[in-house]
Nanobody, 123 residues
Framework: QVQLVESGGGLVQTGGSLRLSCAAS????????MAWFRQAPGKEREFVGA????????WYADSVKGRFTIPRDNAENTVFLQMNSLKPEDTAVYFC????????????????WGQGTQVTVSS
């Protein structure tokens, strides 16, 4: 059974940093795309960024480009979301997701989802 478990959320001040983790288990993810999405209260879930497990190619939403990165640890089957220069508008529940190697920024491309972790940025 595939499991994605996020951790690392919390409360941070504007301009601060947080690092989220997504530990993947249950299968080999070498042919997968791992993505991060977020959902703020009253808003739709939106794409944040993704990494192709094979090759490490990454891409990001314009709203986080230059501030967020997605490192990975192949040995631990874990991807991270490194968030710097956080803003109040980054406040949301952040979700890790896994999709095929062809997955893009659409929610429909992702089969497996984590339970989410809350990130709150105070002004």
């Amino acid at each position: 059974q595939v499991q994605l478990v996020e951790s690392g959320g919390g409360l941070v001040q504007t301009g601060g940093s947080l690092r989220l983790s997504c530990a993947a288990s249950g299968r080999t993810f070498s042919d997968y795309t791992m993505a991060w999405f977020r959902q703020a209260p009253g808003k739709e879930r939106e794409f944040v960024g993704a990494i192709r497990w094979s090759g490490g190619w990454t891409w990001y939403a314009d709203s986080v480009k230059g501030r967020f990165t997605i490192p990975r640890d192949n040995a631990e089957n874990t991807v991270f979301l490194q968030m710097n220069s956080l803003k109040p508008e980054d406040t949301a529940v952040y979700f890790c997701a896994a999709g095929s190697q062809y997955a893009g920024p659409s929610l429909r491309d992702y089969v497996y989802w984590g339970q989410g972790t809350q990130v709150t940025v105070s002004s």
